[in-house]
T-cell receptor, first 116, second 112 residues
Framework: DVKVTQSSRYLVKRTGEKVFLECVQD?????MFWYRQDPGLGLRLIYFSYDVKMKEKGDIPEGYSVSREKKERFSLILESASTNQTSMYLC???FGTGGRAGSPLHFGNGTRLTVT | GENVEQHPSTLSVQEGDSAVIKCTYSDSASNYFPWYKQELGKRPQLIIDIRSNVGEKKDQRIAVTLNKTAKHFSLHITETQPEDSAVYFC???????????FGKGTRLSVIA
């Protein structure tokens, strides 16, 4: 069974802090994704990566960056946390080169981040 | 780019009744349509998916139908049970090398 592990379930940070959200998958998946989930807005894609050291902007990349130094690990970075980044963050991975059709996403349990 | 609309946003049904959730998509080249279920406090999990070369797929009490001409697909749950209560997301994968695009979700409540 695919396991996608997010390092923290709950996180509280102060405005202006640099925040790292870590995600590790154990199935040798090429593709990894970071989503943000807010009530009424569904799942919005922040960044994704189809290979090591590769990254692409999703729909809402502003205020975020990512790092993928190893295939199994995909980190989301909030350079200077703001209150409007308070949200649930979900990491996901999938098999297949280039993230193309027919490759189901496997999600982590999520990190609920509160920025005060 | 691809746009996925999902309706209704909330749905309440009596236990044992059927539930239907509908989604429309904009990119006619989209070719993969998964459905995810997210129970309260848990991660979204794939429950069923359909590809563009198939019109219908069933798995026990759940089924998905796809109408490529009209660019819509639907999730059908029969004989609903309280454990079906969750948020359901539809998604579509557009053409080319782009990730899944999700609908905004439907909160289904099954009333015992």
């Amino acid at each position: 069974d695919v396991k996608v592990t997010q390092s923290s379930r709950y996180l509280v940070k102060r405005t202006g802090e640099k925040v790292f959200l870590e995600c590790v998958q154990d199935m040798d998946h090429e593709n990894m994704f970071w989503y943000r989930q807010d009530p009424g807005l569904g799942l919005r894609l922040i960044y994704f990566s189809y290979d090591v050291k590769m990254k692409e902007k999703g729909d809402i990349p502003e205020g975020y960056s990512v790092s993928r130094e190893k295939k199994e690990r995909f980190s989301l970075i909030l350079e200077s946390a703001s209150t409007n980044q308070t949200s649930m963050y979900l990491c996901a991975s999938s098999f297949g080169t280039g993230g193309r059709a027919g490759s189901p996403l496997h999600f982590g349990n999520g990190t609920r981040l509160t920025v005060t | 780019g691809e746009n996925v609309e999902q309706h209704p946003s909330t749905l309440s049904v009596q236990e044992g009744d059927s539930a239907v959730i509908k989604c429309t998509y904009s990119d006619s080249a989209s070719n993969y349509f998964p459905w995810y279920k997210q129970e309260l406090g848990k991660r979204p999990q794939l429950i069923i998916d359909i590809r563009s070369n198939v019109g219908e797929k069933k798995d026990q009490r759940i089924a998905v139908t796809l109408n490529k001409t009209a660019k819509h697909f639907s999730l059908h749950i029969t004989e609903t049970q309280p454990e079906d209560s969750a948020v359901y997301f539809c998604a579509a994968i557009p053409s080319g090398n782009t990730p899944l695009v999700f609908g905004k979700g439907t909160r289904l409540s099954v009333i015992a």
